[in-house]
């Protein structure tokens, strides 16, 4: 199957944190359902310009059996009559990236490639996006993979991006080691499918993302029964999404376990104020056996 995906992207592996991942922008629909394929432990293709999709899952199979990724780019360019309309990346953990950019894409189009990453783009506005690109990612060395991912594809979009404009666009991160836990190995999957400004939801949306991990670290805490530590994560989740109800809630809910009764109701009532479902669903909490209150601090609740 070949889609038009005129399209910047980026695809890089830091062996440092044992993370891969690509991240992508398009004027075009649902990019990330057509450019990105990434497998933990395998390594990531990048498919564009008119894009030959079966490059994805075959290129990730013979990565799979060991394949080089110059060797499978070879390997996937020579059976395909079309290998001058396509751009393709292949990378791997242990190995230089491969990448193809096709005499025949459409201008400005060309990839710039350094340690552990590629990037690559086709009907652009400038020729210089690639390369902006890579000086971006070089550049965030001390960020996250995910932050460097995006701060790499802002580059390109400074520098005038595709040449119709902006539609979509996706990140997605693996590990290089696979642990065979589907829930582990992929660390971050977040598209934006049509949006005016994509890029910038895709930065909002890594915001939330942010904010829910500590969330879930603060819920593991409290199974743990380390109610300090849950409170830390709480606080951190509610300083990068302070508008997110559910946040402020679980924050409350962890104060009130904490026995800091003053401070927990005190949050708890500003969440109640803007939904009540909220205090509903904390005097169910007990009989789910997810918190412990006295009838106090019952009937306390019951006063909000």
Known sequence: MSTYAHTYSIAAIDPD????????????????????????????????????????????????????????????????????????????????????????CIAEAGHATGNHYSCQANMMLNDTVWGAMAEAFESHAETRLPERLLAALQAAEYQGGDIRGRQSAAITVVRTTATGRATDDRILDLRVEDHHSPLNELDRLLSVDRAYRHANAGDEALEHGDVEAALAEFRKAESLQPDILELRYWHAISLLTAGRETEGLSLLSEVVSRNRNWLELTLRLPDAGLADFSEALIARLKDL
Request: hydrophobic share 40%; proline share 6%.
């Open 17 to 104: 944190t044992q993370e891969m991942g690509i991240a992508v922008q398009s004027h075009y629909f649902s990019v990330g359902s057509v450019v990105p394929w990434a497998r933990a432990g395998v390594g990531l293709v990048a498919t564009q310009a008119l894009v030959n999709m079966q490059y994805g899952p075959d290129g990730l199979a013979l990565l799979e059996q060991g394949v080089s990724p110059r060797d499978t780019l070879e390997r996937l360019l020579a059976d395909d009559e079309g290998r001058e309309y396509r751009q393709l990346t292949v990378l791997a953990p242990g190995h230089a990236p491969a990448t193809h950019t096709g005499s025949g």
